[in-house]
């Protein structure tokens, strides 16, 4: 048997759900919702998962880390109660609910540009922020590396820029050398994934290979958050993945 693949069906019917007012819309539509969405989806984080749970043990690449396509209660009185996107995402059990913990995203939308497999740190909070602010402003040597590095710049090119102070962050001067990585809130790389990547055959392997360099940001993260420049650090294995004693993270509301 062929494993299922998305297809410009998957978008069509992601579209249509965005639309609709009535959750019961998908229960009548389960068969198509299997078929051109939930199955591809399952198939790719099953070839995902035979790969890089190996190479990640600390990392869930579970049937739990599929988004579900019905919105919470608390947001579908505002949004729909349907989504018009689907993701899958690599993460870690929390410790916080006030903290999360840099992780590997994956999400499909008919919307432009909302095809993408993405990694890092989404939502930090202030004390995150903080911490990796005095890494940039010490010590960004290994971050300046890593863009430097002709795979993983070629993927990502820079650090996602969607959360972002108008301004210059305080204790920082305006000319410092990387016054645009300070004036961030979020740490994070994405790359798009066409429709003809999408459709492929050979998109587990794609993602696979994205999020493998994605982890090199995730894994710098790590050390960064446990420690501040001056002090003794804790070692992370860049290709490890081990655990770190760090809370989950979770890109978007898809509970």
């Known amino acids: ?3 299922p693949r998305f297809s410009s069906k998957t978008l069509d019917f992601l579209a249509l759900a ?3 007012k009535n959750a019961q819309w998908l229960e009548k539509n389960q068969k198509q919702y299997e078929e051109v969405i939930l199955n591809p989806m399952k198939a790719l984080a099953l070839n995902v998962t035979s790969v890089l749970e190996m190479e990640f043990p600390a990392y869930k690449f579970k049937k739990r880390n599929i988004g579900n396509l019905k919105r919470p209660a608390s947001r579908a009185l505002e949004k729909g109660p349907l ?3 689907m993701t899958l995402n690599g993460d870690r059990d929390s410790g916080s609910r006030f903290e999360d913990l840099p992780s590997l995203y994956f999400m499909i939308s008919p919307n432009p540009d909302e095809i993408f497999s993405a990694g890092g740190l989404y939502m930090a909070n202030a004390s995150q922020v903080k911490r990796v602010r005095q890494w940039i402003d010490a010590k960004p040597e290994a971050l300046e590396a890593l863009f430097k590095d002709k795979t993983f710049g070629k993927l990502f090119g820079e650090l996602g820029d969607e959360h972002k102070l108008k301004t210059k962050p305080r204790d920082y001067p305006l000319d410092h050398k990387h016054i645009d990585w300070l004036k961030l809130t979020a740490y994070y790389v994405w790359r798009p994934i066409p429709k003809k990547e999408l459709y492929s055959s ?5 993602l696979i290979r994205d999020w493998r360099q994605a982890m090199r940001l995730n894994n710098l993260l790590d050390q960064w958050l446990k420690s501040t420049p001056g002090t003794t650090q804790v070692a992370v294995e860049a290709t490890s993945g081990r655990p770190h004693g760090l809370p989950a993270f979770d890109w978007d509301d898809d509970t």
């Open 83 to 85: 989504k018009d996107f």
């Open 1 to 3: 048997m062929a494993t």
């Open 18 to 20: 965005g639309k609709q």
């Open 202 to 206: 050979e998109l587990a392997n794609l």
